[in-house]
């Protein structure tokens, strides 16, 4: 079952810009209590009785946070944490137990013991909102500068990487075998295409160029 806060149109819940707050635990009793705590700080929230249900029926693209049960029938908030990693859902992911002792054990974004105290619940979310949100944009922004990396020619990305290195134009054409004149003509185009002006500019953007291409590489040593 799926609750939808009294407060909202659950039309609202399809807009990608609006935060929600995801509540999930098999304790009705429990559930209602946080919605109603983070819908009284403005916040949508949908609460789900189960984690597999969450997994079944949730939108990850929307941007938010979970609030979930350890101990629950059918899949706990720890296996639905390895869950989540396995299938490269970052949400912000809040752990709530009675029992101190999984503390340690437990690498979730944040992890409050029951009873979880109002304040440090409305905080703890407001602060994985915010997390979950800087990381949207950082990833926006990443797949932006991929976007714009995927347009250049091989040559346009060569000459780049020569400009990146701080070499003049007439050593990248030595190394590469052409014209200085070619090689400007090459460097003109691809700072139009990547939206940049100055050997700073591509530089920055070769740093995250390489820093997604070796992120990706773990992701893949990691995945075989």
Known sequence: MVEMGSLHDASDAQQPHVPIVRVVDDDDKVRRSWQFVLEGEGWQVQAYESAVRFLQEDDPSIPGCIVCDVRMPEMSGIELQTEMKRTGNTMPLVLISAHADLVMAVKAYDFLLKPVETERLIQ??????????????????????RRSWDLLSAREKEVARGVADGKLNKQIAYDLNISEKTVIAHRSSLCRKLGIRSAADITRMLLTIEKLEKDQSKKETAAG
């Open 124 to 145: 703890t979310v407001s602060e994985a909102l915010e997390l979950d949100q800087t990381r949207r944009e950082e990833s926006a922004e990443d797949d932006r500068v």
